[in-house]
């Protein structure tokens, strides 16, 4: 099982409300905002290389995607003993499907 609770802890995210959407993903209610939290499901370099992405794109004015979200420790991604999470601003909006 996902290790989702420990996740919300490296973000800081006490006292919110997770609701399980799929296997690797989560919607996180906080004071402060709604998230998605996921699992990569990839290796910390290829997360690295995900977030790097993500972040630069965001630094160049892409707005078509939804923001990063920092853990509480500052870093892009939190890695646990058998996954990577990240963290993103709740989009609401129709199910994306990206190629089979």
């Known amino acids: ?26 919607r996180v209610s906080t004071a402060k905002g ?6 990569s499901g990839k290796n910390q370099t290829r997360t690295s290389f995900i977030t ?21 420790a500052g870093t892009p991604f939190w890695p646990d003993s058998d996954n990577c999470w990240f963290a993103t601003q709740w989009l609401s909006g129709e199910k994306c499907l990206l190629g089979k």
């Open 52 to 72: 790097a992405a993500l972040e630069h794109l965001e630094k160049q004015g892409c707005q078509n995607f939804a923001p990063l979200v920092m853990t509480a």
């Open 1 to 26: 099982m996902a290790n989702w609770a420990a996740a919300l802890q490296a973000y800081g995210w006490s006292g919110c409300q997770a609701m399980q959407i799929q296997e690797n993903i989560w």
């Open 34 to 39: 709604t998230y998605a939290l996921k699992i």
